[in-house]
């Protein structure tokens, strides 16, 4: 059964730092694309940062240069590094595993909440 936990949300003031964790199982994690997607109050989900199962990142513009994505395969565990937060990056922030970035069939976890106060 495959299975995604996120953890790390939480509550900062602008300008700090937070550290997602997705701890992933049920699957061979390096054989799928990785993922955070973010989802505010009547807003709709969208893509945050992504990492293949080479390594290659990609993120979002309104997050780069802020945001770092990373993995530890012995691990099974995806990481999202979040420097410099702002208002807008008040979200639940959930992690997605599937077998390409069309994140078609993916696994989705349960979410963590980040709330960002100015």
């Known amino acids: 059964q495959v299975q995604l936990v996120e953890s790390g949300g939480g509550s900062v003031q602008a300008g700090g730092s937070l550290r997602l964790s997705c701890a992933a199982s049920?699957?061979?994690?390096?054989?799928?694309?990785m993922g955070w997607f973010r989802q505010a109050p009547g807003k709709e989900r969208e893509g945050v940062a992504a990492?293949?199962?080479?390594?290659?990142?990609s993120y979002a513009d309104s997050v780069k240069g802020r945001f770092t994505i990373s993995q530890d395969n012995a691990k099974n565990t995806l990481y999202l590094q979040m420097n410099s937060l702002k208002p807008e990056d008040t979200a639940m922030y959930y992690c997605?595993?599937?077998?390409?970035?069309?994140?078609?069939?993916?696994?989705w976890g349960q979410g963590t909440q980040v709330t960002v106060s100015s």
């Open positions: 049920g699957y061979t994690y390096s054989d799928y694309c």
């Open positions: 990492i293949d199962s080479s390594g290659t990142t």
């Open positions: 997605v595993a599937a077998p390409d970035m069309g994140w078609v069939g993916g696994y």
